[in-house]
C-alpha cells in the first residue's frame, strides 16, 4: 500500500510537470521539422507540399502529447489494476490514417509514376511528429537531418547511377510488312531489351499493331527512342511509330 502512494504521488508530479511551456516546445520543434521538409517539397511543385507537412507533422506530435498526459491520467485513475493503457496505441492510429492520405498524392500516367517520395515524405513527418510530440528530440533531430540529406543531396547524386528506364513503343504496319522476328531483331540493333510484345489484326483496314514493352539504360533513353522512331519509320510497309 505504501509502495502505490509513492508511486501515486510520482505520477502526480508527472502530470504536473506537462506545462504549457514543455508542451509548446514539442509542437513547435515538430512544425519547424514540418516546415523545413515541406518546403523542399513546394519548391519541387508537389502535391503535399509546405502546409501539408506541417500540419502532418504537428497534428501527429499533438496527437502523441495528448497520448502521453492520457496515459499518466489513466495510470493514477485505475490504481493497481490489471489493464494497463497503451501510450503508443493512439500513434499507431495516426500512422495508418496517414497511409490514406500518402496514398492520395501517388499518381499514374502510363509508364511514370509520381509522387511515391512525397507519400514516403508524409509518412516521414507523421513520424517525425510522433518522435518530437513524445520527448526524444535527439532522436526526432536526427531523423530530420537524414531526410534533408535525403532530399536535397541525394537528387544530385542520382543522375550518376545508370538505371534501367521502361518504355512502351507502337507500331502500326501493313499486313504484308515486317515480321515479328524482323522487328525483334531490329529492337535488339538499337540497343533496348524486348521484354514483351502483343500483336492485333485489323483485317479491315489491312492492317497490324505490335505493341512492344521495352527496357534500356536510362542515359540512353533519348538517343535510341530517336533512332527508333526514324529507322523503323523508313522500313517497308509500316505506317507510323509512336514512342511513349
Not at 514543455?22 to 512544425?31: I, Y
Not at 510522433?130 to 531526410?147: D, P, Y
Request: charged share 20%; glycine share 10%; net charge positive.
Amino acid at each position: 500500500m505504501q509502495n502505490w502512494i509513492i508511486l501515486n504521488k510520482d505520477l502526480s508530479n508527472n502530470i504536473m510537470a506537462w506545462s504549457l511551456a514543455g508542451m509548446a516546445l514539442r509542437l513547435l520543434v515538430a512544425f519547424g521539422a514540418g516546415f523545413l521538409i515541406g518546403w523542399e517539397r513546394e519548391t519541387h511543385g508537389r502535391p503535399a507540399g509546405l502546409r501539408t507537412n506541417i500540419l502532418a507533422c504537428v497534428a501527429s506530435a499533438l496527437a502523441m502529447v495528448i497520448s502521453e498526459v492520457l496515459f499518466t491520467q489513466s495510470a493514477i485513475s485505475i490504481g493497481s489494476g490489471s489493464w494497463h493503457p497503451d501510450p503508443a496505441r493512439l500513434g499507431a492510429g495516426i500512422l495508418t490514417g496517414i497511409g490514406f492520405l500518402g496514398a492520395g498524392t501517388i499518381l499514374r500516367h502510363a509508364n511514370l509514376v509520381r509522387g511515391i517520395t512525397t507519400a514516403a515524405t508524409l509518412w516521414f513527418v507523421t513520424v517525425l511528429g510522433l518522435t518530437f510530440g513524445s520527448g526524444q528530440f535527439l532522436l526526432g533531430l536526427t531523423g530530420l537531418a537524414l531526410a534533408l540529406v535525403t532530399l536535397h543531396i541525394l537528387p544530385k547524386l542520382e543522375k550518376f547511377i545508370d538505371s534501367d528506364w521502361y518504355a512502351t513503343m507502337s507500331l502500326r504496319i501493313k499486313l504484308e510488312g515486317l515480321d515479328e522476328q524482323e522487328l525483334r531483331e531490329r529492337i535488339q540493333a538499337l540497343g533496348a531489351v524486348l521484354q514483351a510484345m502483343r500483336l492485333t489484326y485489323d483485317v479491315e483496314k489491312q492492317q497490324k499493331t505490335f505493341i512492344c514493352e521495352l527496357k534500356l539504360r536510362r542515359r540512353k533513353v533519348f538517343e535510341i527512342s530517336t533512332r527508333a522512331v526514324a529507322e523503323l519509320t523508313k522500313c517497308p510497309g509500316v505506317l507510323g511509330v509512336r514512342w511513349f
